[in-house]
């Protein structure tokens, strides 16, 4: 049975920093590229960052470029983000994503794409 579960998530003045974790079990973690979307109440979830299974490829949505670092420990099974300088845009329900695929894209609508429950991240100001 896969199992994905984020975690780190919580609530943040303006500036701040949080890590969210997201350990993957049930399947071969190596196989997958990762990711991490967010979706925000009332509107459309959108991609935020992803990473190929070595880390070779790594894309940034351009609203978190120079603040959020996206890494991964594939002998821990486990997807991190690291949120710096934090905004109250950056509220948001955040999902960790795999994906069958050797290429890393923001796109959301992704066939084969396995989903977690999402960690909730408040930003205040």
């Known amino acids: 049975q896969v199992q994905v579960v984020e975690s780190g998530g919580g609530l943040v003045q303006a500036g701040g920093s949080l890590r969210l974790s997201c350990t993957v079990s049930?399947?071969?973690?190596?196989?997958?590229?990762m990711g991490w979307f967010r979706q925000a109440p009332g509107q459309e979830r959108e991609g935020v960052s992803c990473?190929?299974?070595?880390?070779?490829?790594?894309d940034y949505a351009d609203s978190v470029k120079g603040r959020f670092t996206i890494s991964r420990d594939n002998a821990k099974a486990t997807l991190y983000l690291q949120m710096n300088s934090l905004k109250p845009e950056d509220t948001a329900i955040y999902y960790c994503?795999?994906?069958?695929?050797?290429?890393?894209?923001?796109?959301?609508?992704?066939?084969?794409?396995?989903w977690g429950q999402g960690t909730q991240v408040t930003v205040s100001s």
């Open positions: 049930g399947l071969r973690f190596n196989d997958y590229t």
């Open positions: 994503a795999l994906d069958p695929f050797s290429t890393c894209q923001l796109i959301v609508g992704r066939p084969g794409r396995v």
């Open positions: 990473i190929s299974w070595n880390g070779g490829s790594i």
